[in-house]
């Protein structure tokens, strides 16, 4: 049985993707997080699974648990996320580039494998083209948020360069499903739906985004590990169907038959952009099928019993 580490892991993702490794019933599954923003209550519960509270910036605190069970592969999910959290604290966002050298330093030392580093589609900025591509769009975003994951995309092909140390860069857009945190605009949109209280939207509404349901996101990243894809390479994980915050928001009302207005507030002074659409040739051919649609992954969620987890 394989050992894998996944840091960030009591956050949506990280555990969703436990989960899903948990259930083949191949890997023994360690998840660190220092509960910034995670959640005890996302952590699955199974025999093969350990969850260890942990600050990877901290490497006294990570190098003990990775040099005591000598993972096979580990993600790294762990980072400060949300636009407005890492807008207002930019020296903690900036702290997540001690976090990468730790995890990149010892993975290197330990015989990991491969390491799978959580990239956003952030760094790709205000876009200059559309779709976003791998190898030729640009990235031009300055937000310290976006500087680090850019960063920490380069640490990861310097590490493979210099140490031969594999590496998957996996740049997530939009991700949405049951047990995401409230903060992101789904799960706000719905909460504020299924009280009826007002839905808020910066600006005029007209921006968009694509959303990929968390089902698209793990079965993408588990072919990924199991068959041996985007070996030292990048990849866009997120869907290619983009729509307005402001279509978003009227579909969640419909779905919900809630009787919530829409308000209007001021655009945010930065980290809004106007556009995000991934170029998913890559994703598509791995998963081999149709992404989940937008209304098909809302009614799912709406059906979950894990909503509105911290």
């Not at 509404?205 to 694509?210: A, V």
């Not at 040739?281 to 989940?292: A, S, W």
Request: net charge neutral.
């Amino acid at each position: 049985m394989e050992k894998i580490l996944i840091t960030g892991g009591a956050g949506f993702i990280g555990s969703s993707l436990a989960e899903r490794l948990l259930k083949t019933g191949n890997y023994f599954v360690v998840l660190v997080d220092n509960l910034l923003t995670g959640s005890l209550q996302k952590i699955p519960s199974h025999n093969n699974c350990r969850f260890i509270k942990c600050d990877v910036n901290n490497y006294n605190d990570i190098s003990a648990i990775m040099t005591s069970y000598q993972f096979d592969y580990v993600f790294h999910y762990a980072a400060v996320v949300g636009v407005k959290r890492t807008i207002e604290i930019p020296i903690m966002v900036l702290s997540d580039l001690q976090g990468i050298k730790n995890i990149l330093d010892l993975c290197k030392n330990t015989g990991v494998k491969r390491v799978f580093f959580s990239s956003s589609s952030e760094v790709y900025g205000e876009p200059v083209e559309l779709p976003q591509h791998e190898e030729t769009t640009p990235l031009n975003s300055r937000l310290p948020y976006a500087v680090v994951k850019n960063a920490g995309e380069s640490f990861c092909k310097s590490y493979f360069r210099e140490f031969g140390l594999n590496y998957t860069i996996f740049r997530f857009f939009n991700t949405y499903g049951p047990k995401q945190s409230t903060d992101f605009v789904i799960s706000k949109f719905i909460k504020a739906a299924l009280t009826n209280q007002p839905i808020t939207i910066y600006g005029n509404g007209k921006q968009t985004r694509t959303f990929c349901y968390i089902d698209d996101n793990t079965n993408c990243i588990l072919k990924i590990l199991a068959e041996g894809h985007v070996m030292n390479d990048v990849i866009n994980v997120g869907n290619d169907t983009d729509v307005t915050i402001l279509e978003l928001a009227e579909l969640i009302i419909r779905l919900t038959n809630s009787k919530s207005k829409i308000d209007f507030l001021p655009p945010l002074a930065e980290g809004d952009m106007t556009r995000r659409l991934p170029d998913s040739e890559k994703m598509k051919k791995i998963i081999g099928r149709d992404f989940v649609s937008l209304e098909e992954g809302l009614t799912r969620v709406l059906k979950s019993e894990m909503i509105f987890l911290k």
